[in-house]
């Protein structure tokens, strides 16, 4: 298993950077990692919303994220499985004295037999999650406070 939790510390209000966040179709905005993102299901955010990113890690491939919980303004989980691999991507926004925090907890498990490469997933998540980190300081117009 591999994790990458990163805060960041931005003055927008915590109703507009959730609403940033949980539009899912923003990621490929911050993400570099992310060429593209559409919703393929559901009106709008909300549990059972489905986004299609298209991810560039090796190669080129796409990934169908659901959301499985949503809490407005202050909680979304979004779960994604493939052959290969199971990603949970959970944003908490909370408020804080000068506007709000970010917090990006992002975690990948190989599954099955693969899993027994989870070291090297780990290190090279570390870099991936850094320069998604410095992205969504740049959308938020924020800074990161933690990695």
């Known amino acids: ?71 407005a303004p202050r909680r979304i989980v979004l779960v994604a499985r493939t052959l290969f691999l199971t990603s949970v991507d959970e944003v908490r926004v909370e408020e804080a004295s000068r506007g709000t925090v970010v917090t990006y907890d992002a975690t990948l498990t190989l599954n099955g037999p693969l899993s027994l490469f989870d070291p090297l997933l780990r290190l090279a998540f570390r870099t991936i999650g850094d320069r998604a980190a410095a992205g969504l300081a740049r959308a938020l117009s924020g800074k990161v406070v933690t990695r």
Request: glycine share 12%.
């Open 1 to 71: 298993m591999a994790r990458y939790v990163t805060s960041v510390a931005t003055p927008k209000s915590a109703a507009e950077a959730f609403a940033y966040m949980a539009d899912v179709t923003h990621f490929a905005e911050w993400d570099p990692g992310v060429k593209r993102a559409v919703r393929v299901a559901g009106g709008g955010p909300g549990v059972g919303a489905t986004y299609d990113l298209t991810v560039q890690a090796g190669g080129t491939t796409v990934m169908r994220y659901e959301v499985k919980e949503y809490d």
